[in-house]
DNA sequence: ACTCCGATTGGCT
DNA sequence: GCCAATCGGAGTA
């Protein structure tokens, strides 16, 4: 499991560093997880500026899990359907967190099946709202301690060879994209 | 109190 | 490619 002092760092490190390991969630004897192959980084309006984060604009009863912890769940609700799923970055007071965007189904993959009501490994955890349904992370985890829990961060035991692109972030208004956006490269359960 | 709209997804034309 | 679904956060009054 990754320690405390991992997620106490820059929000575009972790981002980077988080890709390849894996997000596991245990729920009795049951343990679902995937690897880590698309992520997204947000800061807020402390040293780095970024207009696209819900912390842009200063600490809210939404965010404010991204302003006074590391290493913990922020979830939220999007579009009125989708839970989303960040890790929270950086020291108390810097908010930051790192939204998982895609997995590499590994454990429990009948299980997901289920969740998600397809039978189509890749589309099963390819998108931030998909696995948080196939995971079963809901608003109930938000602000929840990683490191501690039955939902938490493990080191992948596998190949660590691949390469990251870097891509642009969209859907923000022109000239203010942090272009923050990283995946490991060529891998097929990356989003759209 | 009221409006606008989003870190998305899946189904249909 | 287009668009509805569905809710609550945040800004405005």
């Given at each position: 499991?990754?320690?405390?002092?991992?997620y106490k760092?820059?929000?575009?490190?972790?981002?980077?560093?988080?890709?390849?390991?894996?997000?596991?969630?245990?729920?009795?004897?049951?343990?679902?997880?995937?690897?880590?192959?698309?992520?997204?980084?947000?800061?807020?309006?402390?040293?780095?500026?970024?207009?696209?984060?819900?912390?842009?604009?200063?600490?809210?009863?939404?965010?404010?899990?991204?302003?006074?912890t590391y290493g913990?769940?922020?979830?939220?609700?999007?579009?009125?359907?989708?839970?989303?799923?960040?890790?929270t970055t950086n020291s108390?007071?810097?908010?930051?967190?790192?939204?998982?965007?895609?997995?590499?189904?590994?454990?429990?993959?009948?299980?997901?099946?289920?969740?998600?009501?397809?039978?189509?490994?890749?589309?099963?955890?390819?998108?931030?709202?998909?696995?948080?349904?196939?995971?079963?992370?809901?608003?109930?985890?938000?602000?929840?301690?990683?490191?501690?829990?039955?939902?938490?961060?493990?080191?992948?035991?596998?190949?660590?060879?691949?390469?990251?692109?870097?891509?642009?972030?969209?859907?923000?208004?022109?000239?203010?994209?942090?272009?923050?956006?990283?995946?490991?490269?060529?891998?097929?359960?990356?989003?759209?």
């Amino acid at each position: 499991m990754l320690d405390k002092d991992f997620y106490k760092r820059d929000t575009e490190v972790v981002a980077k560093e988080l890709l390849g390991n894996t997000l596991a969630h245990e729920t009795g004897d049951q343990k679902v997880s995937g690897r880590i192959v698309e992520v997204e980084a947000y800061y807020g309006d402390q040293k780095v500026k970024d207009p696209a984060s819900h912390a842009a604009n200063g600490k809210t009863e939404r965010n404010k899990v991204m302003y006074d912890t590391y290493g913990c769940a922020y979830v939220y609700l999007c579009y009125g359907i989708h839970e989303l799923f960040n890790i929270t970055t950086n020291s108390v007071g810097e908010p930051g967190a790192v939204l998982i965007r895609a997995l590499e189904p590994q454990d429990g993959i009948e299980i997901m099946k289920n969740r998600r009501n397809t039978q189509n490994v890749e589309k099963l955890t390819s998108g931030p709202g998909k696995l948080t349904r196939a995971l079963n992370i809901t608003k109930d985890y938000n602000g929840l301690d990683l490191t501690k829990g039955d939902l938490y961060v493990e080191r992948y035991k596998g190949d660590k060879n691949f390469n990251i692109e870097r891509t642009e972030r969209i859907g923000v208004s022109e000239g203010k994209d942090l272009k923050l956006r990283f995946l490991i490269k060529g891998n097929k359960f990356v989003s759209k």
